[in-house]
């Protein structure tokens, strides 16, 4: 049913979520991981002093969040494979199914809604919203149900 995984990270409490899902159904349907972190330049692009470097930083930041994936999934015995790539995070994201052959993408989501979710835009909801495949989303725990 499923071969290609697509598990789009950017690090957070969230994409851990729904990297134990990923990993599951990749062991579950003999499926392959592929774990992408896209770095959002153009939140920084009118920024002139350092925005090199910064964009290095963050690049490195998404080389942390793929290693973290590949170590799980490696450790679990199931292919993976790891890219960082520099753009929009949702058209990305939808890129990668295309050319990749994703045929499920799982993505941690933080649960905003309203107006938080109005103003700081959802890359989740976006994909859910754009994607040819299914997608799989993970709500992040509730640290205040966690603390209970």
Known sequence: MYDDILLPTDG????????????????TYDAQ????????????AGVEAGSEMLIRGLEDEGNAA??????????????????VETGNPYRGILDYVETAGIDLVV?????????????????????????DVPVLTVREPDQDAEGE
Not at 33 to 44: G, I, K, P, R, T
Not at 66 to 80: K, L, N
């Open 12 to 27: 957070s409490p969230a994409a851990a979520s729904a990297l134990d899902h990923a990993i599951d159904l990749a062991r």
């Open 33 to 44: 991981v592929h774990a992408l972190y896209v770095v959002d330049a153009s939140a920084y």
């Open 66 to 83: 793929v290693d973290r994936v590949r170590e799980a999934a490696e450790e679990a015995g199931v292919p993976v494979t790891t890219t």
């Open 107 to 131: 993505m941690g989501t933080h649960g905003r809604s309203g107006l938080e979710r109005f103003l700081l835009g959802s890359v989740t909801e976006r994909v859910v919203r754009s994607a």
